[in-house]
């Protein structure tokens, strides 16, 4: 995936003067020696130029850490730390940073091998505090050299997405579609998050499809859709539409991305789009998403926005589902009870017209989309990608912006089923503990859309310490049977 970004992190240890300096200089190379072993050690840089003791001593490991190109930080206290130096060093790195301490080694050794780093980490936290400086710190972020090493590698995906959001554009075409305020949001928090918005009209994409008419890299693309497709492909006649609808995605990127090095797309997929364009943009949407560049429906900017977040995190492709319908009471019966640990209100059906990407459906096959076939010529409708989403791990969340433009967020983990969907689209039967609860007090009270990203593996701990980074304070997730919702009845 080429639009996420790289992360190398600069690992700088500090040390306060009234404390031996070895200790820090050992404990940095026993930390450093314990994630080589562990993890390939390509994504840390050692900075050697000093031990962190003072104002002076920052600014040379700022500039040593600039220069070797890293992007994120890890603070490292070896003791107790110098608390003005080494949050110092936070302020002025622009990039996400992360504090860790290391813990007491021997009891053979208290007297002058106690580096108080347990204590030291309190008044960093203080500090932080003092200076509106954000800094990512473990649960528990005081531990040995492979306890550190693990906490580091545990903050790469967090980086990731902190890094991404920096340098993000978003383009979208047109307005939403009507009877869609559902997916309205300001966009004055994105700015915030220093997120780029580029908006653009259908018209504008619409002149810029017709000039590709004709692309002399159709032939390539139409092959490649056919390679992917397989026996899956349903609509030969659609993917020469297709394959140039992609191109023209693929350039305007290229031509409007400007300074920023990473891009997300939404767009207004209906009611017009297929009349004019001659098809649905569904299956090129799934194309663009496996490739890490995600493209959301019916110009939902924060799903997007989510979708970028989650593929950072995991590194794979993420998805954008309606959460769309119960699962019939015969289905949970005969498939589910009994065999998966769920009651029926865990249960639910995530669904979307084609946008899935194919490596994360059971099979796929090209369709027509049939809710808007309702209304329009079948032939103007396809160019869906369907199939039952691959049973598996998944991670369901959203960052929404309130109308007041308050970020709020939510978060839970649970799985798709093996079980058949019966049905249309790109569609799965999913299961998260407590669904029916989280549905109403979170998802309802809370205002979200229907629309939610979806992640392909449990993320959820890596994308709670995305949004506390961000500055969210309102968080939801799946809270287990005991405790109770601030809107829940206790009587219910």
Same mark, same amino acid.
């Given at each position: 995936?080429?639009?996420?970004?790289?992360?190398?992190? @600069?690992?700088?240890?500090?040390? %306060?003067?009234?404390?031996?300096?070895?200790?820090?200089?050992?404990?940095?190379?026993?930390?450093?020696?314990?994630?080589?072993?562990?993890?390939?050690?390509?994504?840390?840089?050692?900075?050697?130029?000093?031990?962190?003791?003072?104002?002076?001593?920052?600014?040379?490991?700022?500039?040593?850490?600039?220069?070797?190109?890293?992007?994120?930080?890890?603070?490292?206290?070896?003791?107790?730390?110098?608390?003005?130096?080494?949050?110092?060093?936070?302020?002025?790195?622009?990039?996400?940073?992360?504090?860790?301490?290391?813990?007491?080694?021997?009891?053979?050794?208290?007297?002058?091998?106690?580096?108080?780093?347990?204590?030291?980490?309190?008044?960093?936290?203080?500090?932080?505090?003092?200076?509106?400086?954000?800094?990512?710190?473990?649960?528990?972020?005081?531990?040995?050299?492979?306890?550190?090493?693990?906490? $580091?590698?545990?903050?790469?995906?967090?980086?990731?997405?902190?890094?991404?959001?920096?340098?993000?554009?978003?383009?979208?075409?047109?307005?939403?579609?009507?009877?869609?305020?559902?997916?309205?949001?300001? $966009?004055?928090?994105?700015?915030?998050?220093?997120?780029?918005?580029?908006?653009?009209?259908?018209?504008?994409?619409?002149?810029?499809?017709?000039?590709?008419?004709?692309?002399? %890299?159709?032939?390539?693309?139409?092959?490649?859709?056919?390679?992917?497709?397989?026996?899956?492909?349903?609509?030969?006649?659609?993917?020469?539409?297709?394959?140039?609808?992609?191109?023209?995605?693929?350039?305007?990127?290229?031509?409007?991305?400007?300074?920023?090095?990473?891009?997300?797309?939404?767009?207004?997929?209906?009611?017009?789009?297929?009349?004019?364009? @001659?098809?649905?943009?569904?299956?090129?949407?799934?194309?663009?998403?496996?490739?890490?560049?995600?493209?959301?429906?019916?110009?939902?900017?924060?799903?997007?926005?989510?979708?970028?977040?989650?593929?950072?995190?995991?590194?794979?492709?993420?998805?954008?589902?309606?959460?769309?319908?119960?699962?019939?009471?015969?289905?949970?019966?005969?498939?589910?009870?009994?065999?998966?640990?769920?009651?029926?209100?865990?249960?639910?059906?995530?669904?979307?017209?084609?946008?899935?990407?194919?490596?994360?459906?059971?099979?796929?096959?090209?369709?027509?989309?049939?809710?808007?076939?309702?209304?329009?010529?079948?032939?103007?409708?396809?160019?869906?990608?369907?199939?039952?989403?691959?049973?598996?791990?998944?991670?369901?969340?959203?960052?929404?912006?309130?109308?007041?433009?308050?970020?709020?967020?939510?978060?839970?983990?649970?799985?798709?089923?093996?079980?058949?969907?019966?049905?249309?689209?790109?569609?799965?039967?999913?299961?998260?503990?407590?669904?029916?609860?989280?549905?109403?007090?979170?998802?309802?009270?809370?205002?979200?859309?229907?629309?939610?990203?979806?992640?392909?593996?449990?993320?959820?701990?890596?994308?709670?310490?995305?949004? %506390?980074?961000? @500055?969210?304070?309102?968080?939801?997730?799946?809270?287990?049977? @005991?405790?109770?919702?601030?809107?829940?009845?206790?009587?219910?």
């Amino acid at each position: 995936m080429n639009n996420i970004p790289k992360v190398k992190v @600069g690992i700088v240890a500090v040390s %306060r003067d009234c404390f031996p300096e070895s200790l820090s200089v050992n404990r940095r190379k026993a930390l450093v020696d314990a994630y080589k072993a562990k993890y390939d050690g390509a994504d840390i840089y050692e900075c050697p130029v000093c031990i962190v003791e003072s104002e002076i001593h920052m600014v040379q490991a700022l500039e040593d850490i600039k220069k070797a190109g890293c992007n994120a930080l890890v603070v490292y206290l070896g003791n107790f730390g110098p608390e003005i130096s080494e949050t110092l060093l936070a302020k002025h790195f622009d990039g996400p940073a992360m504090f860790v301490a290391a813990a007491e080694e021997s009891s053979t050794d208290l007297l002058d091998g106690r580096g108080d780093a347990y204590c030291g980490m309190l008044n960093a936290s203080y500090n932080l505090k003092l200076r509106n400086v954000k800094a990512y710190i473990p649960e528990y972020p005081v531990g040995t050299a492979e306890e550190c090493a693990d906490m $580091i590698h545990e903050f790469l995906p967090i980086a990731r997405a902190v890094v991404g959001l920096k340098n993000l554009k978003i383009i979208s075409f047109g307005p939403r579609p009507l009877n869609f305020l559902a997916c309205n949001a300001p $966009i004055k928090p994105l700015y915030d998050l220093g997120v780029e918005i580029e908006e653009n009209s259908e018209l504008d994409l619409f002149e810029a499809f017709k000039k590709h008419e004709g692309d002399p %890299r159709i032939p390539d693309v139409i092959k490649d859709m056919e390679a992917e497709l397989g026996v899956g492909n349903k609509k030969p006649e659609v993917l020469p539409k297709l394959a140039q609808y992609e191109l023209t995605l693929l350039d305007w990127i290229e031509e409007h991305k400007g300074y920023r090095e990473y891009v997300t797309l939404t767009g207004k997929c209906w009611p017009a789009f297929q009349t004019q364009f @001659g098809f649905v943009p569904c299956y090129v949407n799934s194309r663009l998403a496996a490739r890490g560049i995600p493209v959301s429906c019916e110009v939902d900017i924060y799903g997007t926005l989510s979708e970028f977040i989650g593929t950072c995190v995991s590194q794979d492709a993420v998805t954008l589902l309606d959460i769309n319908n119960s699962v019939p009471a015969d289905m949970y019966e005969d498939d589910i009870k009994g065999k998966f640990d769920y009651t029926h209100k865990d249960t639910f059906m995530g669904f979307h017209c084609g946008n899935t990407a194919s490596g994360k459906l059971s099979s796929c096959t090209m369709k027509y989309q049939k809710i808007m076939a309702r209304n329009l010529p079948e032939e103007v409708t396809q160019g869906t990608l369907e199939g039952d989403i691959a049973p598996g791990d998944i991670t369901f969340f959203r960052l929404q912006s309130t109308a007041d433009t308050q970020l709020r967020a939510y978060v839970a983990q649970g799985e798709v089923l093996p079980v058949a969907t019966k049905s249309f689209g790109s569609i799965g039967v999913f299961a998260i503990p407590e669904m029916g609860r989280f549905y109403r007090h979170v998802l309802i009270a809370k205002n979200y859309p229907h629309h939610g990203a979806v992640a392909f593996g449990h993320h959820g701990k890596a994308l709670v310490e995305v949004f %506390r980074y961000l @500055g969210v304070e309102d968080i939801g997730f799946n809270q287990p049977k @005991g405790m109770l919702y601030p809107t829940e009845n206790p009587f219910a």
